[in-house]
């Protein structure tokens, strides 16, 4: 069993071409297979098996989930396959830092021990959540979904001191209007470069 493992959410993009929200689920799933010291995983919305079959690189562990899954939901069915951290990371993020990811689990190695830490996504909603495996808080609020535009005010609502890490920010690609703001000096997502040219 890995020691930390990150699983790409994978499900359909409401609001995007096809096309589009399958290149930038390539460039994601490309970027957690790059990232040190953690294992890949894809954690799969029902419905979206295919999709999950077109990205996953042989042995890569799929996990379903309900077609629109809760944070906790996600984090307790990706804990069962790792003995340490577990986080989930957004399909709309072609050109996250993998730095980001790694101070998730950084962030939860302390001290002081902390029992989640988060990067929020600038215009609302998580990039990405993670959490030791040892269990989720009991604070946490089970309705809560990744794509919540409060997610992160109802989380520090909620969140004893101390118990929660806030990373640095992200952008996510939730509609074409958000294209724009990838930035082409950065390297990887060529998936989604591929698809834009």
Same mark, same amino acid.
């Not at 979206?48 to 069915?77: C, F, H, N, Q, Y």
């Given at each position: ?30 970027? @957690? ?52 951290? @577990? ?16 101070? =998730? ?25 993670? @959490? ?31 118990? =929660? ?33």
């Amino acid at each position: 069993m890995a020691e930390r493992v990150v699983a790409v959410l994978v499900r359909p993009a409401a609001d995007l071409p096809a096309g589009l929200g399958l290149a930038m689920l390539n460039d994601v799933v490309d970027l @957690v297979a790059d990232t040190p010291q953690v294992d890949p995983a894809l954690v799969v919305a029902a419905g979206a098996e295919r999709l999950a079959d077109s990205v996953a690189w042989p042995g890569t562990p799929k996990i379903t989930v309900s077609s629109d899954p809760t944070l906790a939901e996600v984090l307790t069915a990706i804990a069962t396959h790792a003995d340490a951290a @577990v986080a989930v990371v957004v399909p709309d993020v072609p050109d996250l830092p993998t730095l980001l990811l790694g101070k =998730l689990f950084s962030a939860l190695a302390g001290p002081p021990h902390r029992s989640i830490a988060v990067c929020p996504a600038a215009a609302g909603g998580l990039v990405a959540a993670a @959490v030791p495996t040892s269990g989720l808080p009991d604070w946490l609020d089970a309705s809560l979904r990744l794509d919540d535009d409060e997610a992160l005010r109802t989380l520090r609502d909620a969140a004893p001191p101390g118990a =929660l890490t806030v990373g640095p920010g992200w952008r996510r690609v939730r509609r074409e209007a958000d294209l724009a703001s990838l930035d082409p000096g950065l390297e990887g997502w060529e998936a989604t470069r591929a698809w834009l040219q």
